[in-house]
């Protein structure tokens, strides 16, 4: 294990350690923004798009890609994914480490929202699978505080040690204070009741942003359910461009992230992505009205 300044370091040193100009990586169409912002930073990365549904990402299409593609590894968020919201399957999660056996690639499992659940049964890690083959990146920053920036990977020893001889010559190590604030609360034995807190009130927040949308929302628009999480993804038809349409709704008094953003080679600009954690409930019900407004505009 290695404790790093959050897990987007952690993405950065896994960039820097395993890619090299032309390496493919195989990532969720859509992904996380600033995991492609670390590998980015490391080479010039060839991506291979792999679909998201209802069940997290398509491993079926990803073996069809494989026919002709060999990427370094696999960059996945199974659990909550940002910024979808959805959770990969356990037959998906068993099914990605066959095949990173079959053709020889790392799976990079990045999982800072996995204790984030309100609803459903636990679904075990990819690394709980294919503990060899998984990098597997968490953080305090969704559970604690996100200004302590400590996060860790855990992977084989091997692996483990290329990080962090990589790590050192940028910050010498993690804050010897955050890192001892963590330590202390996890001895405290209260982050139960901290988890237990802060599901409660997301997963209220959450509620009254779907129960908003569904009352609000023309029927041609579609948005995924989370079980957990932070994230709502919304799919509008074909021909309305988000990132356009996001003047008007700022003009109404509401923001959101087009998605374009989140997709590394052929974006769909007809997605959305909203955040229900930070703005209360009756925030959150006007925002939504607002935005129906907004959407009614251009449909």
């Known amino acids: 294990m290695l404790v790093t300044c959050g897990s987007q370091q952690a993405l950065y040193l896994v960039g820097q350690a395993f ?34 549904d209802g069940n997290g990402m398509d491993v079926d299409a990803l073996e069809a890609r ?18 979808s919201g959805t959770t990969m399957s356990r037959e998906r999660r068993e099914r990605l480490v066959d095949l990173a056996d079959e053709h020889d690639f790392l799976i990079v499992e990045d999982q800072p929202y996995q204790e984030l659940r309100y609803e459903g049964d636990h679904v075990d890690p990819v690394a709980a699978h294919g503990p060899e083959r998984t990098i597997f990146l ?21 692996l483990a040690d290329r990080l962090a001889m990589l790590k050192e010559p940028i910050d010498l190590h993690t804050s010897t204070f955050s890192q001892h604030v963590a330590a202390e609360y996890l001895r405290s034995g209260e982050m139960d009741d901290q988890l237990s807190v802060i599901n409660g009130v997301y997963d209220r927040k959450r509620t009254a942003m779907l129960d908003a949308l569904a009352d609000g929302m ?16 919304v799919t509008y038809p074909e021909g309305v461009d988000t990132k356009e349409m ?33 703005a209360d409930d009756e925030e959150i019900k006007t925002a939504v ?10 449909l």
């Open 289 to 298: 009205e607002r935005l129906a407004e907004t959407t009614r505009e251009w």
């Open 19 to 52: 890619l090299e100009d032309g390496d493919e990586v195989a990532i969720g169409g859509p992904t996380y923004v600033a995991a492609m912002s670390a590998f980015d930073a490391a080479a010039d990365v060839e991506y291979i798009d792999v679909p998201i």
């Open 218 to 233: 023309p029927a041609a628009v579609e948005w995924t359910r989370p079980e957990g999480g932070m994230f709502v993804w």
């Open 138 to 158: 968490s953080s305090f920053s969704k559970v604690l505080a996100p200004g302590f920036r400590v996060g860790w990977l855990a992977a084989p020893e091997p």
């Open 246 to 278: 996001l003047v008007d709704a700022s003009d109404n008094g509401v923001a959101y992230v087009p998605g374009f953003a989140f997709f590394p080679n052929e974006p769909r600009r007809n997605t959305l992505r909203l955040n229900y954690t930070l």
């Open 66 to 83: 494989l026919r002709d593609t060999d990427p370094a590894f696999v960059y996945t968020v199974p659990t909550f994914q940002n910024p």
